[in-house]
């Protein structure tokens, strides 16, 4: 009903989050209402609420949301032109897909993130409510409770960049970086049909979901002569395809141009904070493919968030698993502080409205 409010998290300054109400979203006839049931703290959540930087040059205070993005829920209403779903599904929202026009040629290339003429419906973020279209909902399986549908937007990246690389089994492939991208990465690359995957980890506890995730080999990243660990765990012959999923300001990107075999593929999923060097002849005297792939989409015949939660339903790469805490929205500001300190056993929170 028009007046009705909810709460929305706000980051007002640098380690901040102030609980706020706004308006409640309303339904129309082409959108839906999801309550949300889950929103996972991603690295560029932390990014903002550490106090942002030249990197993205998007934060501005106060910043309703916190730019929350990885989202699960319930439909709670439905406008009488939807068709894709109906009042009670529960769903994983791609909101790059539920935001796009539907008409440009991104759109029709199934690249969403890039197209020109997003529309915003309601407040998104640390939400309770969130208005969408109808596009990008993605049904939950059964096996898989509600609020880990969250984890399903970080776990599609990785799972759309490797799909972009081109696998085509056999393929011997090194993924720098264990948290969730970088599990979900070595996962995906199984899937697909790697031959052989290493993994280099921080963490004991990404050390110790890597084996689940697929990998064959764990390197610790910390290790002083980790590129000569991860080329011996990989058969000495270099890797097919690098997965840079650190950025921040690791030296990931040197490393990858290290490990790769002269013909292969890096694939970037991280974001730096600082501007990265490139050592442009090792590349090019290496002939290398790089890609930078920010998020999902639909290749071919299916969508990068479907595949992803056929995956997860099936264990194939069990992102699900990596649901390390899960807390009240009344408890966001504690939230981020786990998640922002891995010592403390964060892998992904889920905020939980």
């Not at 706004?22 to 550490?50: A, E, M």
């Not at 910390?222 to 590129?227: F, I, M």
């Not at 000569?228 to 997965?243: E, F, K, M, P, S």
């Amino acid at each position: 009903m028009p007046g009705e409010t909810m709460r929305c998290a706000t980051l007002v300054a640098p380690r901040q989050i102030e609980i706020e109400r706004v308006p409640r979203p309303q339904v129309d006839d082409s959108t839906v209402v999801v309550r949300l049931d889950g929103v996972g703290i991603c690295g560029t959540n932390l990014h903002f609420w550490r106090g942002g930087g030249p990197a993205t040059g998007r934060l501005r205070f106060p910043m309703p949301g916190v730019g929350a993005h990885e989202f699960a829920g319930t439909v709670v209403e439905a406008g009488k032109n939807v068709r894709r779903v109906r009042v009670g599904d529960r769903v994983a929202v791609d909101q790059f897909e539920s935001t796009s026009c539907g008409a440009c040629e991104y759109c029709a290339s199934g690249t969403f993130f890039i197209c020109p003429n997003r529309t915003v419906y309601s407040p998104p973020g640390f939400v309770d409510y969130l208005k969408c279209s109808e596009k990008g909902l993605y049904p939950i399986p059964e096996s898989l409770p509600t609020h880990v549908g969250a984890v399903v937007e970080p776990a599609a990246c990785s799972v759309s960049g490797l799909r972009r690389a081109g696998l085509l089994g056999g393929e011997h492939v090194a993924v720098l970086g264990a948290g969730v991208l970088g599990l979900a990465a070595a996962g995906a690359a199984k899937v697909l049909g790697a031959g052989r995957v290493a993994i280099t980890a921080k963490y004991d506890q990404q050390a110790e979901f890597a084996r689940s995730f697929g990998a064959d080999a764990v390197v610790p990243s910390g290790e002083e002569n980790v590129v000569g660990l991860v080329n011996d765990a990989l058969g000495g012959r270099g890797a097919d395809v690098v997965v840079e999923s650190v950025g921040g300001r690791a030296p990931t990107f040197e490393q990858a141009l290290d490990i790769v075999r002269p013909g292969g593929r890096i694939i970037v999923l991280g974001l730096w904070d600082v501007p990265v060097a490139l050592d442009s002849w090792k590349a090019i005297l290496k002939d290398v493919n790089v890609f930078f792939s920010a998020t999902y989409g639909i290749k071919g015949k299916k969508a990068d968030y479907e595949l992803t939660l056929e995956w997860m339903a099936a264990r194939k790469v069990p992102a699900q698993d990596l649901v390390s805490h899960v807390m009240p929205l009344e408890e966001i500001s504690e939230a981020f502080r786990i998640a922002d300190d891995k010592s403390r056993g964060a892998i992904k929170v889920i905020v939980t409205p």
